[in-house]
T-cell receptor, first 113, second 114 residues
């Protein structure tokens, strides 16, 4: 079956614009994670969903970041009033449930000018 | 919270040599330690993982060792090949818990010279 997909793959935004990043997890995967990967760094946890419930958003860097997964499958990460420091690759990962091997999507590279 | 340290940040070896990457973690509750390989512009891909109930795991040319007492784990790649060149990340999490988000190290850029 298909793996985790993300769209768009690349996004260029002007400072102050709002952006929305989409993640399609593997079908049937209950758990979904968002990570932020700055250039030359390891991925950093942003938020976690179990089905439609956002159980942990402790990694979101500011209240400009918002994530949702209304039907327990597709998830959207929204960043309002983008800043240059938001430039990074945003990775989505899913697993069947709980913990274990996380399958990553290809990421969305966000560049804020 | 958990903190994962990884070293070296860069590693250059000759083809056929072995490569070793080391990580330490801080939270004794962590019990799942995966290693991911990430090629430039690509997604992280799991190459091997280990749980805390074993001390070593091997898969062909790749092995991982875990020392729970010292809170460190290592990746060993033998007979390296140019296609092993990539950035490698270690990570830690709590397997079987209610969540399982990964805490990553900063990565090791491995270059294998032909």
């Amino acid at each position: 079956g298909a793996g985790v997909s993300q769209s768009p793959r690349y996004k260029v935004a002007k400072r102050g614009q709002d952006v929305a990043l989409r993640c399609d997890p593997i079908s049937g995967h209950v758990s979904l994670f968002w990570y932020q990967q700055a250039l030359g760094q390891g991925p950093e946890f942003l938020t976690y969903f179990q089905n439609e419930a956002q159980l942990d958003k402790s990694g979101l860097p500011s209240d400009r970041f918002f994530a949702e997964r209304p039907e327990g499958s597709v998830s959207t990460l929204k960043i309002q009033r983008t800043q240059q420091e938001d430039s990074a690759v945003y990775l989505c990962a899913s697993i069947i449930q709980g913990a274990g091997e996380q399958f990553f999507g290809p990421g969305t590279r966000l560049t804020v000018l | 919270g958990e903190n994962v340290e990884q070293h070296p940040s860069t590693l250059s070896v000759q083809e056929g040599d072995s490569a070793v990457i080391k990580c330490t973690y801080s939270d004794s509750a962590s019990n799942y330690f995966p290693w991911y390989k990430q090629e430039l512009g690509k997604r992280p891909q799991l190459i091997i993982d280990i749980r805390s109930n074993v001390g070593e795991k091997k898969d062909q040319r790749i092995a991982v060792t875990l020392n729970k007492t010292a809170k460190h784990f290592s990746l060993h790649i033998t007979e390296t090949q140019p296609e092993d060149s990539a950035v490698y990340f270690c990570a830690a999490s709590i397997y079987g818990g209610s969540q399982g988000n990964l805490i990553f190290g900063k990565g090791t850029k491995l270059s294998v010279k032909p």
